[in-house]
């Protein structure tokens, strides 16, 4: 069934307005007694079917309510150096089929794409969209969130913080190519907060490296290859879900 993300809870009716209503009265066609789903992007799915159409809003019958299947036990958090091109779109897309939670932009000392605020505002929105058609592509029940760009010291603070509050269920991983612990070695079945480095085309510099042991943050190794930044992410996403039981 079609899904969509609402922002709110519904009880036995919905509306959907704006541009998914528009979607759904215009390219998809869909007429009164056809069903779709919705979200409510708190990892709820709605069954509802389609009770009348407005010229720019649909309303709905909820028929059924249940957990959203498809949604992983474990929140990671991936914060990505800025590469090069348009790489990151597809590491967005990719990232939230494989069930991240929040993607984070960061500058390291190696990045080559150095966007000014503007230009980086700009793409904060659309990787924002690429992340929700990705979720209702893939079936997720919670809207990851494209967050503003990091420093690089930023990001490991936070980070590390969040890995704190957790304690033996939180860790931040930084996967480098120098080599580091295997992922089975760090993660597992109980693990519930992940926080994911992954650096741009140059790696990460020596400092960088240095300063997240410092912090606490743990080197990872993703194997004796060179991945590419944007092979990186998904490599390392695929990994975790798995030892963490996911996929």
């Known amino acids: 069934m ?3 993300f609402i922002s709110y809870i519904p009880d036995e009716t919905a509306r959907i307005e704006g541009a998914d209503a528009l979607h759904i009265i215009r390219s998809l066609r869909m007429k009164p007694g056809e069903l779709l789903t919705i979200c409510d992007s708190l990892g709820k799915d ?7 159409l407005e010229p720019e809003a649909v309303n709905l019958r909820v028929l059924a ?10 929140n990671v ?6 590469p090069k ?3 990151f779109d597809w590491v967005v897309q990719k990232a939230v089929e494989l069930g991240v939670s929040r993607i984070v932009p960061v500058m390291t000392a190696r990045c080559v794409s150095r966007p000014d605020e503007k230009s980086m505002r700009k793409k904060v929105e659309r990787w924002q969209k690429i992340a929700v058609e990705a979720a209702k592509q893939s079936g997720r029940g919670i809207l990851p969130q494209v967050g503003e760009l990091h420093t690089y010291r930023q990001a490991v603070e936070e980070a590390t913080q969040q890995a704190k509050a957790f304690g033996e269920r939180g860790v931040s991983l930084l996967f480098y190519e120098g080599g580091g612990e295997r992922i089975l070695h760090l993660v597992g079945e109980k693990t519930e907060i992940i926080s994911l480095f992954i650096g741009p085309e140059g790696g990460f510099d020596p400092a960088e490296v240095e300063l997240a042991k410092e912090k606490g943050v743990r080197a990872a190794t993703l194997g004796p290859r060179i991945l590419r930044t944007e092979t990186a992410p ?14």
């Open 2 to 4: 079609p899904r969509f």
């Open 85 to 87: 091109s348009d790489k």
């Open 234 to 247: 998904i490599a390392a996403l695929a990994a975790l879900m798995q030892a963490t039981g996911n996929l």
């Open 77 to 82: 958090t991936l914060y990505q150096a800025i």
């Open 65 to 74: 309510i249940r957990e959203t299947a498809a949604e992983p036990s474990v």
């Open 46 to 52: 709605y069954d509802c079917e389609i009770e009348s």
